[in-house]
């Protein structure tokens, strides 16, 4: 099973300020099948990043991921008021898929 | 429009059976994998196991293998999660997820809420 190690857990931001967020698996990813989601209080995950860089549909563009191999980033350029919540990184090129621990991005 | 629409909130006592569902609308159900996720309260999520409604072939993280079943009626576009005896431990927020081609979730149900206390 491949872990994911997320990093740091909490990140203290101001809006406008650019985010980076760390995602490192115990294996190697395959494919680069490594994806982002945001989840705000009460409310299902959303995915905003999949195949390690590509954006889904509707994800501003403000909102990057980059890597591969076991070392992954999610950068947010200039972060906005509605940015502010938990990120999980999922991989799904192997079994079983697994997900990162969580970011928190919360306000300073 | 693809939609997952799942059951209610349960509240249920240790040792109580419980089978909740995830109803899929908009889309042709037997053709993709629809993946189980857990999130305790405050916590991060967890990937149960997923199915694949055509031939409900099923897999399990082992984290959650033999402690859950995941089912599927095709027939009315629903997947389900089960638990033949829960604990207080099974407290949570239940997901259930879509996967897109490769296995990552664009969409995802509204969650159901499972309180487990005596």
């Known amino acids: 099973e491949i872990v994911l190690t997320q990093s740091p857990g909490t990140l203290s931001m101001s809006p406008g300020e650019r985010a980076t967020l760390s995602c490192r698996a115990s294996?190697?990813?395959?494919?680069?099948?490594l994806a982002w989601y945001q989840q705000k209080p009460g409310q299902a995950p959303r995915l905003l990043i999949y195949?390690?860089?590509s954006r889904a549909t509707g994800i501003p563009d403000r909102f990057g991921g980059s890597g591969s191999g076991t070392d992954f980033t999610l950068t947010i350029s200039r972060l906005e008021p509605e940015d502010f919540a938990v990120y999980y990184c999922?991989?799904?090129?192997?079994?079983?898929?697994?997900f990162g621990q969580g970011t928190k991005v919360e306000i300073k | 429009e693809v939609q997952l629409v799942q059951s209610g909130a349960e509240v249920k006592k240790p040792g109580e059976s419980l089978k909740i569902s995830c109803k899929g609308s908009?889309?042709?159900?037997?053709?993709?994998?629809i993946a189980w996720v857990r999130q305790m309260p405050g916590k991060g999520l967890e990937w149960m196991g997923i199915?694949?409604?055509?031939?409900?072939?099923?897999r399990y993280s082992p984290s959650f293998q033999g402690q859950v079943t995941i089912s599927v009626d095709k027939s009315i576009s629903t997947a389900y999660l089960q638990w033949s005896s829960l604990k207080a431990s099974d407290t949570a927020m239940y997901y259930c997820?879509?996967?897109?081609?490769?296995?990552?979730?664009?969409?995802w149900g509204q969650g159901t809420l499972v309180t487990v206390s005596s």
């Open positions: 195949g390690a860089s």
């Open positions: 999922q991989q799904y090129g192997s079994s079983p898929r697994t």
């Open positions: 997820a879509r996967h897109a081609s490769s296995g990552y979730y664009f969409y």
């Open positions: 199915i694949y409604p055509s031939d409900s072939d099923t």
């Open positions: 294996q190697s990813v395959s494919n680069s099948y």
């Open positions: 908009g889309y042709s159900f037997t053709s993709y994998w």
